[in-house]
């Protein structure tokens, strides 16, 4: 008796314990089903977060070790070969409103887990296509912001295939560039062009693509405000600075061939010499950055002994004169002075949380069969005669790529998809009764042209 007495004691707990097994079972179970249920839970909890290992390291995308096609030269900046055609890799079309492209839900082989796979876009890498909506303005009515002597449609030149192109990369989109639209996305927001005349050349095609190259009596010229007045005895200012009044938005430009601080040792005397800091941003730069939403930066061609010699440039490091022979080199200083920027520039951002940053690589001369100064002409008008794909990895300018290492200042890479434009150059062609005679422009580009397309690689990645 006392054993069955025992036995029922114990089954009494055990049967508890089933029982709530079952009970806590169905509750879970109608849990899952039911959607209301589903609501309560936290968003982390209802849809499961990829690791940080899925965005990689995004931040330094200008690191990537460079490679070459064997045809365009990394370090050779200013070829006079035209590359050969090469067959570039189809990736698929990635987001157009971000540098880095994503391709997300890839199955994998055994058809149950999902893995996540990400495809960075190189705007780069690509090739020219005909397009038949380019240009984008006409190179005869843009003359309130199209400086002469680039307006190549203005000159004795027949030949404008050149201008019906457009950068296609390879593994992402480039939205068609749509001038109302990006006023709207550019509203309240100012965009800054600092470097030499060929970021002179990127402001006027960017003024002309914006207004469509048509008289707009509603943008105001607002220099003052930036202290872009020509001073006495000046040929030019030192820039210039537009606001689309009806989307507060404005586009401004100023002159830095070197992008240094330039400083003159004695302000009364005009002929005195200049101090080229290489360790210090423009003035203008440190002055109005707090005002820029987009800053885009290049610098390259002014960097040779005749130049800085001509301008009477002395160069200073630590505020005094340099005394190091290494970096006295026009080469070394350069690359000082890029490396300078860049990560003053990177320090800034984080003060600046609203300014994207940008620095464009060197454009590409064409001069054949000489330079400038000794008889280089580059007189072919047939667009695309070298290829019209690039398929290295890498920048062609492995300096301001390496510069970038390790900041957030974005990459705007052009160099190798402007060397396969050598057509598109100003050449020899002059305005009848202006300019020089005989002598060749294989530095600047024709308007509508080349930049055009820079800036629609710059809009994809604003």
């Not at 002179?200 to 008289?215: A, D, P, V, Y």
Request: hydrophobic share 35%; proline share 5%; glycine share 8%.
């Amino acid at each position: 008796m006392k054993g069955g007495y025992n036995y029922k004691l114990i089954g009494k707990p055990i049967s508890f314990t089933l029982a709530a097994l079952v009970l806590t079972t169905i509750l879970l179970w109608a849990w899952e089903k039911n959607p209301f249920a589903d609501t309560l839970l936290l968003p982390h909890q209802r849809f499961p977060m990829p690791s940080i290992d899925f965005f990689g390291d995004f931040s330094n995308n200008s690191s990537k070790p460079m490679k070459t096609n064997g045809n365009i030269k990394g370090k050779d900046l200013h070829l006079n070969t035209a590359e050969d055609t090469k067959v570039v890799e189809k990736f698929g079309t990635a987001p157009i409103d971000s540098m880095y492209a994503f391709s997300p839900g890839m199955q994998e082989s055994n058809g149950n887990a999902t893995s996540f796979q990400t495809k960075v876009c190189d705007y780069a890498k690509g090739r020219w296509v005909a397009d038949s909506r380019h240009p984008l303005y006409s190179g005869f009515k843009c003359k309130q912001w199209l400086s002469e002597m680039w307006a190549c449609r203005l000159t004795q030149r027949t030949d404008f295939s050149f201008e019906g192109y457009r950068w296609k990369p390879a593994n992402c989109g480039i939205p068609d560039f749509e001038r109302s639209a990006f006023l709207r996305r550019m509203q309240d927001k100012t965009i800054a062009f600092i470097g030499d005349s060929l970021g002179r050349q990127q402001f006027q095609s960017l003024m002309c693509m914006t207004t469509g190259g048509e008289e707009s009596p509603e943008v105001e010229n607002v220099g003052k405000e930036y202290g872009l007045v020509k001073r006495r005895g000046a040929i030019r200012p030192d820039g210039w600075a537009y606001r689309f009044s009806n989307t507060n938005t404005t586009i401004l430009y100023y002159w830095s061939a070197s992008l240094c601080d330039l400083v003159p040792l004695n302000i009364s005397d005009r002929a005195s010499d200049i101090a080229m800091h290489l360790d210090r941003p423009p003035a203008f730069l440190r002055q109005y950055l707090h005002r820029f939403d987009v800053l885009v930066l290049n610098t390259g061609h002014h960097w040779n002994r005749g130049k800085i010699n001509g301008n009477r440039w002395v160069m200073y490091v630590n505020g005094k004169p340099n005394q190091d022979k290494k970096r006295a080199e026009i080469g070394n200083a350069k690359n000082f002075t890029v490396y300078s920027i860049a990560r003053w520039v990177d320090s800034q951002l984080p003060s600046h949380p609203r300014l994207k940053a940008f620095f464009r690589t060197i454009s590409p001369r064409h001069f054949f069969n000489g330079d400038w100064n000794t008889g280089g002409t580059c007189d072919n008008t047939t667009p695309l005669v070298g290829g019209s794909e690039v398929v290295q990895e890498g920048s062609s300018d492995s300096v301001i790529e390496g510069a970038l290492k390790g900041t957030k200042v974005k990459l705007l890479d052009i160099t190798a998809i402007s060397q396969l434009r050598d057509e598109g150059h100003i050449s020899h062609y002059t305005i009848r009764g202006k300019g020089n005679a005989g002598t060749n422009d294989c530095l600047h580009w024709c308007l509508p042209g080349i930049p055009d397309a820079w800036n629609e690689l710059l809009v994809a990645q604003i």
